[in-house]
């Protein structure tokens, strides 16, 4: 059970509204690690997020989380997902926002105090969210995910638009939950996030670039910073498909 | 069990969010009062109102609510707060009748104000009891909950949503038999009629108005619009997709 990686997408292909987003996807996320998705907007993060966990309609190939497939009612309360847009309930307080997802995860009620306090929270709990900054909101979207400890945790670029003291913070919350066995799966435009991670997948146009440390990704293209890479990697990748 | 608590989790969610909205709440409580004044005011008080009054008490929690369930239920595609539920372990029939019980109890708030204003202070009259139409009126929002959480998912935008109101459910009332007697319409729209939820629904509130008693006829309404309610919350299950484009 807990050999094989935590995710593990083969040949996925999707198609929405006619544009093929992935033609045919092959990756996999090791359990326990903190994996940066980096690649630039539009590319087709969100797609494999959405497949991942199990609410994007695919067209072919398979995903498979935790050795199940993905999305299916098994699978579903093992799962943490976070949208990029924060999806809660704006008319709702904090609080309320989180005792009903505890309430459907079945999480006891002493875990909303805990991720609130996780996600640096505690003091606007009894705001309500439409009376929020947006980087506060995208924390309570961020905190309804943690709720019951999922083992694999999908977030669809969480840092974004956050101050440096917080995406710090956030980034160590990461690694603390990873050390606590958890697989966390975080998509970001922004190349300089890579260097948190454990592992990177580098996309572009619905294809993986690259897979690997940031440091062996570095040694790999000769270069000093992940966005040198990625343009290395953009580059070698074209020249071989110019030639074949 | 976590079945049951998602459902009750569901409902007390939708309940709290509408006390979050004073306004839409005091609409939907003080417009159907207004409007059945209106109505006495109109007919004079005459033979008119006494004929279409107890129907209207029934039809307006379907109306409203019908309205209510598909702006919510597009405003929880439109945030993703839909699509968080739909990746958690949550069934989607619980999420659909936690939604039916919240609006089903609005309903049942609204068509008790309104019947204790309709028979109390505007002298309509009513054979049968008032917690029979009241009853029926509870029966007839979770029909329009039901229909309301059918439509959204053909809806793109809340601005769409509104419009299946005119498109959906305007020619039921007018098929209904509250504008004509439905034995004198064209024969091809009484067989239309003979399709349609609300026609049972006006039916059964105009027996139970006039007469009062228990009857095979009333029993056969009150058994189509159960039906018909039961029907579109599955189809509303089965539109409500988990896997999106």
């Not at chain 1, 050999?3 to 987003?21: Q, S």
């Not at chain 1, 890579?194 to 294809?207: K, N, P, T």
């Not at chain 2, 028979?119 to 054979?127: G, N, P, Q």
Request: glycine fraction near 10%; aromatic fraction near 6%; proline fraction near 4%.
């Amino acid at each position: 059970m807990n050999e094989g990686p935590a995710i593990d997408v083969r040949e996925l292909r999707v198609v929405r509204g006619g544009n093929v987003v992935l033609p045919g996807l092959s990756l996999s996320v090791p359990r326990g690690s903190v994996t940066g998705l980096l690649g630039p907007s539009g590319c087709g993060k969100s797609t494999l997020m959405r497949a991942i966990v199990g609410v994007q309609r695919v067209a072919g190939g398979s995903v498979e989380v935790l050795g199940q497939a993905a999305g299916s009612s098994s699978v579903r309360g093992q799962v943490g997902y976070v949208t990029q847009a924060p999806s809660v309930y704006e008319d709702l307080t904090v609080r309320e926002n989180l005792d009903y997802f505890a309430r459907l995860l079945d999480a006891p009620s002493e875990r909303v105090d805990e991720v609130l306090s996780d996600v640096g929270l505690d003091e606007v709990g009894n705001r309500e969210v439409s009376r929020l900054s947006g980087g506060q909101r995208a924390r309570v979207s961020l905190a309804t995910a943690l709720l019951n400890h999922p083992q694999v945790l999908v977030l669809d670029e969480p840092t974004v638009g956050l101050d440096p003291v917080l995406r710090r913070s956030l980034w160590e919350l990461f690694h603390r939950l990873s050390s606590d066995g958890a697989t966390l799966l975080v998509s970001s435009h922004v190349m300089d996030e890579a260097a948190r991670c454990d592992q990177l997948l580098l996309m572009r146009d619905g294809e993986l670039l690259a897979t690997g440390a940031p440091d062996e990704l570095l040694k790999r293209t000769g270069t000093s910073e992940i966005e040198d890479a990625f343009l290395a990697l953009v580059e070698t990748h074209g020249a071989h498909e110019g030639t074949s | 069990m976590r079945a049951v608590k998602g459902t009750v989790a569901t409902a007390q969610r939708v309940l709290r969010q509408l006390r979050r909205d004073p306004r839409t709440v005091a609409m939907l409580l003080v417009v159907p009062v207004v409007l059945v004044s209106l109505m006495k005011a109109v007919f004079a008080g005459g033979g008119a109102f006494q004929r279409v009054g107890v129907p209207l008490l029934g039809i307006f929690p379907l109306i409203s609510m019908f309205l209510v369930t598909a702006v919510t239920m597009q405003r929880e595609r439109s945030t993703g707060t839909l699509e968080r539920l739909m990746s958690m372990p949550i069934a989607k029939l619980d999420l659909l009748l936690g939604y039916a019980i919240a609006f089903g109890v609005l309903a049942a708030v609204q068509a008790t104000l309104t019947s204790v204003v309709a028979f109390s202070l505007l002298d309509l009259h009513s054979d049968g009891p008032a917690w029979a139409v009241v009853t029926f009126a509870v029966g007839n929002a979770v029909l329009g909950t039901a229909l309301g959480l059918f439509v959204s998912a053909f809806a793109r935008s809340e601005f769409q949503a509104v419009q299946f109101m005119p498109l959906f459910l305007m020619p039921q009332v007018f098929l209904c038999g509250l504008m004509a007697p439905r034995s004198s319409m064209p024969r091809a729209l009484e067989i239309v009629s003979d399709y349609l939820p609300l026609t049972y629904a006006y039916d059964g509130l105009r027996l139970v108005a006039t007469e009062g008693a228990w009857s095979g006829a009333l029993a056969r309404d009150i058994a189509l619009v159960t039906a018909a309610a039961v029907a579109s919350v599955a189809l509303g299950a089965a539109t409500l997709q988990r896997r999106t484009g």
